[in-house]
């Protein structure tokens, strides 16, 4: 079934017949990207989400960072980072921090997973098209790269004053954060939907 695709830049409107199994289409007046696929399977999409899920967890469970200071360590999760914002005083930073690191990373990766193990097993979860376009608009939000630099600069210059201790979760959530880019890189939206009409395998 052939669909109309505009281009985002130019407004000029393309009809596309197929998507193709790999490739980056552009619009032939602007030369801006109107879609890609790439030749991923559904089995790695899968095995990424587990593993970002799995690094997900850990990153919670274990200690962020421990700080030394004339024989006292203190250490912290990622939650209790946010809560220690929200006692003192930060509560719209606590919420952004806590959106931006956990739930949204939550939320993406338990929505790929619920979309794409029944895609695997050749069926279609319950309200995966919608479940897929949330997935997209929330997608810009996962700032895991940008939580893992600032926790870096942070760390770097609280090292003049303590001795810091970097926990299991800051080497977790890091790797987290190439799961997740590399999760949504092979799950653009056409490859998406090439996986529900049965391209995928």
Same mark, same amino acid.
């Given at each position: ?48 989400? #587990?593993? =970002? +899920?799995?690094? !997900? ?5 274990? @200690?962020?960072? /421990? *700080?030394? $200071?004339?024989? %006292? ?5 990622? #939650?209790? =980072? +946010?809560?220690? !914002? ?5 509560? @719209?930073?606590? /919420? *952004?921090? $806590?959106?931006? %690191? ?100």
């Amino acid at each position: 079934m052939s669909s109309l695709i505009v281009c985002h830049a130019c407004d000029l409107v393309h009809r596309r017949d197929v998507v193709l199994a790999k490739a980056r289409v552009r619009c032939v007046r602007c030369r801006a990207e109107l879609y890609r696929t790439n030749s991923a399977s559904l089995d790695t999409a899968v095995a990424l989400g #587990v593993s =970002a +899920a799995v690094l !997900l967890l850990l990153s919670n469970f274990y @200690p962020l960072v /421990a *700080l030394q $200071l004339n024989g %006292t360590v203190r250490a912290t999760t990622l #939650v209790g =980072a +946010a809560i220690g !914002l929200y006692n003192q005083g930060y509560a @719209p930073v606590a /919420a *952004l921090v $806590l959106l931006t %690191t956990l739930l949204v990373p939550l939320f993406q990766i338990s929505g790929l997973l619920y979309v794409l193990v029944p895609l695997r097993a050749n069926r279609r979860a319950p309200g995966q098209n919608e479940v897929f376009r949330a997935l997209s608009y929330l997608r810009p939000w996962a700032m895991s790269e940008v939580f893992v630099l600032g926790a870096l600069v942070a760390l770097v210059k609280l090292a003049a004053l303590a001795e810091v201790i970097p926990g299991v979760s800051l080497y977790s959530y890091g790797a987290l954060m190439f799961a997740l880019s590399a999760l949504t890189s092979i799950t653009p939206t056409e490859q998406f939907w090439r996986w529900v009409d049965g391209g995928g395998r």
